[in-house]
């Protein structure tokens, strides 16, 4: 399990989850019309795409505590994933209140 969350970093994360967001795309319209059968699979999609962005977060985080002395050419790259990590999870978290219950 320590050697699985070692080898998960920002671009698995980030190519796990744009699948994912892609694939949320393609059922949203179709879960408009039918709900029932989609509901999963819509469901599951969304809850990978926010699982994704938070682990953008989780490990931005984690290198910003443990590596403090980074230069300022990281931080246009610090910036680009915060706002790709709230912009995955943000959707995921909205949305899957609604569609669970």
Same mark, same amino acid.
Do not use: E, N
């Given at each position: 399990?320590?050697?699985?969350?070692?080898?998960?970093?920002?671009?698995?994360?980030?190519?796990?989850? !744009?699948?994912?967001?892609?694939?949320? %795309?393609?059922?949203?319209? =179709?879960?408009?019309?039918?709900?029932? $059968?989609? @509901?999963?699979?819509?469901?599951a999609s969304l809850a990978a795409l926010a699982?994704?962005?938070?682990?953008? !977060?989780?490990?931005?985080?984690?290198? %910003?505590?443990?590596?403090? =002395?980074?230069?300022?050419?990281?931080? $246009?790259? @610090?910036?680009?994933?915060?706002?790709?990590?709230?912009?995955?999870?943000?959707?995921?978290?909205?949305? !899957?209140?609604?569609?669970?219950?």
């Amino acid at each position: 399990m320590t050697k699985l969350l070692k080898s998960w970093t920002i671009t698995q994360a980030t190519r796990v989850g !744009l699948i994912a967001g892609f694939f949320a %795309l393609i059922l949203w319209p =179709a879960y408009a019309i039918f709900q029932l $059968p989609l @509901r999963l699979p819509f469901a599951a999609s969304l809850a990978a795409l926010a699982f994704c962005g938070f682990s953008i !977060l989780a490990i931005h985080v984690t290198d %910003l505590l443990f590596h403090r =002395a980074r230069g300022r050419r990281l931080r $246009p790259i @610090r910036v680009f994933d915060i706002l790709l990590g709230v912009s995955m999870t943000l959707p995921g978290l909205i949305t !899957l209140p609604t569609i669970l219950w």
